[in-house]
């Protein structure tokens, strides 16, 4: 994919090197291991490697420093390509003068399934080969090499035959109510006629396996028995969750109410749908002439609905995370294994890249999905006509995730325009004030979010999140596309105070439990526990605490940060708040990321290091020091 050299640059020091743009100073053993991930990366559809650029010093942004010979590293990138790999690859190379300096770039296809992994001859598998994952290169590993394999074999996901899955644990029922739905659509569909196997195969959902005809994936995700999911596919439910509040909050007082939905994919979507909007707020007017009274949800039907089909049919189905709505009392948030197969850039525009076509093309010809990969738009002209907020979409390579992201209200509330009012002198922007709002609700805000929220380019969305920074408002997590923005540790814990102090997290809930059958089931993958309160800790472990005294030794306050994290994991302003620590980013600095370091300490989200609820317990050995 040849673009300009100076546009990839421009990008560097927007997002820093992330899953398909590289800078290398030169070609050596590393830019090899490079070509090798991005050859190798399931999805990716390639990166490009950018030479003579170099980080700055600070680590804020990169300068060019040229290749002495560009027309040598040509020959050499080339010569190297086609003869180092198991396989000959074939790079797009082309070079631009940047400040009077030479920069070469080579465009690196992703290889055909049946080609992987491309490996260094001298070094073999799985040594040789690397994955990229998020901006690093990774030594692919055994589950890597067989997972290259599979794919190579099964082609997509949903096409492979279910492993144990039966014609007759498919449902008789669920298929006819979905053969009369699309009769109703189309009543001259070829297939009308079709008998229940034959159906079936035809929708990709069955294939011949010798004599016999078998289901696929896709089959028994849209028609299987509920009893035949739970054998075979335990981990593809949906839950709807509801929140008290505008954050995940630990609390054993306060538990989450949820639906746990796991049936095949057409029932699943009814009754997602029905209890998200079942359970929104209403606003009633009575329309001229009429005597009855309309409600109207406080969010746009439309914009559910294509999220939630949006999570269904793009999920990644090898994956065992559970799909989750998430209603706040602020927001509603859909969550899917599966990042998004198109760059960030790129949504709302005509044109998709489905993982899961078959599912995709059912949805559709049902009449719940919009065609073309015009899904996003739908939602982003639904939320504008309903004069609400943009809709944000957050696409997570490295850990594997789509979060989907719509707030019930205007985002510059009275509260929030209150809370902001502490930095007027400041002379905020729209976009900036719109973006520590974000920050405050959801806990994080990215660079792809803005742009959601403020309609910006990326490189003006940059801007505006450097210049909070500069005002010692925000501070950057993560590096690359995984970067996350969050509020500075003052105006975090802050912000947390506040919260705790007014009980905002129960309002806006109006107290409904219609639909959810009673359940108080947790957040599961979740660790609940108790509050910050050193009071609420065991006996003993209170007394350690009391015993450190105002001025304990480096040694003595690890020792309880890891009898803490041992009793249950603690975020870092719980463990802060617990042990008197008021400055939370500095005990972060000189204690937690230590431990982290030395192996005593781990994140219960160790894919998401900026994530919004991250929180630490104590490792194996931590426990044994303890």
Not at 560 to 584: H, N, Q, S, Y
Request: a neutral charge.
């Amino acid at each position: 994919m040849k673009r300009p050299i100076a546009e990839i640059l421009d990008q560097l020091n927007v997002l820093d090197e992330h899953s398909r743009v590289e800078a290398k100073r030169g070609l050596g053993k590393e830019a090899l291991h490079t070509i090798s991930a991005f050859a190798n990366e399931p999805g990716l559809d390639g990166g490009t490697l950018v030479f003579g650029v170099v980080a700055k010093d600070s680590h804020d942004g990169y300068d060019v420093v040229g290749v002495p010979d560009p027309d040598k590293l040509q020959s050499d990138l080339a010569s190297q390509c086609a003869s180092t790999f198991n396989r000959p690859l074939r790079p797009t190379i082309w070079s631009e003068s940047i400040d009077g300096r030479v920069v070469v770039a080579a465009f690196i296809d992703e290889a055909p399934a049946g080609e992987k992994p491309i490996y260094l001859k001298s070094t073999g598998v799985p040594a040789g080969a690397y994955r990229r994952i998020g901006a690093s290169d990774v030594r692919c590993s055994d589950d890597d090499i067989r997972l290259f394999h599979t794919l190579a074999q099964e082609g997509r996901y949903e096409d492979s035959f279910a492993l144990y899955g039966e014609m007759g644990d498919l449902d008789d029922d669920v298929i006819e109510d979905y053969r009369r739905i699309l009769l109703e659509q189309n009543p001259d569909t070829a297939i009308r006629t079709y008998d229940r196997d034959r159906f079936v195969q035809a929708l990709g959902g069955a294939r011949p396996d010798g004599a016999a005809l078998r289901p696929t994936v896709a089959g028994l995700v849209l028609f299987a028995k509920r009893a035949a999911l739970r054998r075979l596919y335990p981990g593809l439910r949906v839950d709807y969750v509801r929140v008290n509040g505008t954050r995940w909050v630990t609390d054993p007082e306060r538990r989450f109410q949820s639906i746990d939905v796991l049936d095949p994919l057409l029932v699943t979507f009814r009754r997602i749908y029905a209890a998200v909007m079942d359970d929104l707020p209403k606003q009633f007017y009575l329309p001229p002439g009429t005597p009855s009274r309309q409600e109207i949800p406080a969010l746009p039907e439309k914009a559910v609905r294509e999220a939630i089909v949006n999570a269904l049919v793009h999920r990644n189905y090898r994956s065992a995370r559970p799909t989750l709505v998430i209603r706040y009392s602020d927001r509603v948030e859909v969550q899917n294994a599966g990042h998004s197969l198109v760059e960030d850039e790129n949504f709302g525009k005509p044109g998709s890249l489905p993982r899961n076509p078959k599912l995709v093309s059912v949805f559709r010809d049902l009449g719940f999905a919009e065609g073309k990969g015009t899904g996003i738009d739908v939602m982003r002209q639904a939320m504008k006509a309903a004069q609400l907020t943009p809709p944000t979409f957050e696409s997570q390579r490295s850990s594997d995730l789509f979060v989907a992201t719509f707030f019930l209200h205007n985002l510059l509330s009275a509260d929030h325009l209150t809370w902001l009012a502490q930095w007027k002198n400041l002379g905020l922007t729209d976009a900036q004030a719109q973006a520590l709002v974000y920050a405050r609700s959801a806990g994080h805000i990215t660079n792809a979010n803005l742009r959601d929220l403020a309609g910006l380019e990326t490189l003006e969305a940059s801007a505006q999140l450097r210049r909070l920074r500069d005002h010692g408002l925000l501070e950057l997590r993560g590096g690359g596309a995984a970067a996350q923005w969050v509020l500075a540790g003052a105006v975090a814990a802050k912000t947390v105070g506040e919260t705790e102090a007014t009980g905002q997290e129960t309002q806006g809930f109006e107290g409904k439990t219609q639909g959810f059958e009673g359940k108080t089931q947790g957040f599961e993958g979740k660790t609940q526990g108790f509050g910050p309160e050193a009071e609420r800790l065991p006996d003993d472990l209170l007394l350690e605490v009391k015993e450190l005294g105002r001025r304990p030794t480096s040694k003595d306050l690890r020792r309880v940060i890891r009898k803490l994290c041992a009793f249950r994991p603690m975020t870092p302003t719980e463990l802060a708040r617990t042990l008197g620590k008021r400055d939370v980013a500095n005990f972060v600095r000189s204690h937690v990321t230590p431990m982290l370091d030395a192996g005593e300490l781990e994140r219960i989200f160790p894919e998401s290091p900026a994530h919004p609820r991250q929180a630490y317990r104590t490792t194996g050995g931590g426990r044994e020091k303890a």
